[in-house]
């Protein structure tokens, strides 16, 4: 078993900043080949479908963003902590989500939530006008 672990959501006034964290542990086959896996974020909004947000790609994969938050949002990884981390600056209202961290076994990054396999129980973050 896989578990993924959000921390860091919370309340903050717009143009404000937050980082959450998402460490994996679990399975040692999965721990042991964390850098093999594609670790992202998406959000969902109250009536909204979930929607994807930033994702770490596998070593040379690279990096993806949504439009909504690219510039503002910086997604990076500590691979010896097994933890994917997410820096969003500029906060908005319609930021306001729960955030859950995923990962998928895959060699590329996927923007859509149904092809990942393991998720968080996610995070809350409101952002107040």
């Known amino acids: 078993q896989v578990q993924l672990e959000e921390s860091g959501g919370g309340l903050v006034q717009a143009g404000g900043s937050l980082r959450l964290s998402c460490t994996a542990s679990?399975?040692?086959?999965?721990?042991?080949?964390?850098?093999?896996?594609?670790t992202g974020w998406f959000r969902q909004a109250p009536g909204k479908e979930r929607e994807f947000v930033a994702a770490?790609?596998?070593?040379?994969?690279?990096?993806r963003y949504a439009d909504a938050v690219k510039g503002r949002f910086t997604i990076s990884r500590d691979n010896a902590k097994k933890t994917v981390y997410l820096q969003m600056n500029s906060l908005k209202p319609e930021d306001t989500a729960i955030y859950y961290c995923?990962?998928?076994?895959?060699?590329?990054?996927?923007?859509?939530?149904?092809?990942?396999?393991?998720w968080g129980q996610g995070t809350q973050v409101t952002v107040s006008s």
């Open positions: 679990g399975r040692t086959s999965f721990a042991n080949s964390f850098t093999n896996y594609v």
């Open positions: 770490y790609g596998r070593i040379g994969a690279g990096i």
């Open positions: 995923a990962a998928d076994y895959s060699p590329m990054i996927q923007t859509t939530s149904s092809t990942y396999e393991y």
